[in-house]
């Protein structure tokens, strides 16, 4: 077999390996999809409106965001608050995504930002894990990447359409989806007592926004205040 055509049997092997890999993953991805969507029809969002989203956000979390600050009237929707909120949620992504940086070439950096436009939490760490095995490949990310892209965008169409049957989302406790994916990120990122000073502070600083700035502003507070403590008593460790 030629190298010519070797290179594509083994794309594809790797493609469709991260996809295996990933449909334990798409399971919790289907139901988070399912819940915004119902949410979403709940705040308003149109059924085009929830594919458009999703199709070009791709991030729950910051769909989250967005949902807990729309509102139905375009004229008081805090655009500017709701993209730094989805911003500071997203950050993240700057250091995940630089560690996949040795899956692609000299000349290839072009196509691998492009790729990380799907990369998400669960596909980043089943392709981390991959190349310490030293078997993740850019294949393999994309496998992943793409079975959960397709999966939230079409769970979130599918909750959207499930909204007009549920008349209160409220009573089936679907309100408190919000809170409950932001609880399973904090879980997911406790790393040790060192985080506590920075949430704590972010709490704090979001209570008291809440109480003194009418709108959802204390979640922009809460996030800068947060990351910025964080930030200085990361770097006071380092020094000491």
């Not at 991805?29 to 409106?49: F, K, Q």
């Not at 003194?212 to 380092?238: C, M, N, P, Q, T």
């Amino acid at each position: 077999m030629t190298q010519a055509t070797s290179l594509p049997h083994q794309f594809s092997d790797q493609f469709f390996a991260g996809a295996r890999a990933c449909v334990p993953v798409v399971i919790s991805v289907a139901a988070y999809g399912i819940v915004w969507g119902v949410l979403a029809r709940g705040t308003g969002l149109s059924l085009l409106e929830v594919m458009l989203m999703s199709a070009l956000v791709f991030a729950g979390s910051a769909q989250f965001v967005a949902l807990d600050l729309w509102t139905t009237t375009p004229a008081s929707l805090p655009i500017g608050p709701l993209i730094v909120a989805a911003l500071i949620v997203n950050l993240r992504y700057l250091l995940l995504t630089a560690t996949l940086r040795p899956l692609y070439g000299p000349g290839e950096q072009l196509k691998g930002a492009l790729t990380m436009a799907i990369v998400s939490d669960e596909t980043w760490a089943m392709t981390i894990a991959e190349m310490r095995k030293g078997h993740g490949t850019a294949a393999f990310l994309l496998g992943g990447g793409v079975l959960a892209y397709f999966c939230w965008l079409a769970t979130t169409v599918i909750g959207h359409t499930l909204g007009s049957f549920i008349d209160n989302p409220a009573r089936y406790g679907l309100d408190f989806a919000f809170t409950a994916t932001f609880l399973a990120l904090l879980l997911g990122m406790w790393k040790g007592k060192a985080d506590l000073l920075p949430w704590l502070t972010a709490a704090l600083a979001a209570i008291v926004a809440a109480r003194l700035i009418e709108g959802s502003w204390y979640i922009l507070v809460g996030g800068l205040v947060g990351s910025f403590v964080g930030a200085v008593s990361d770097k006071v460790r380092h020094v000491d």
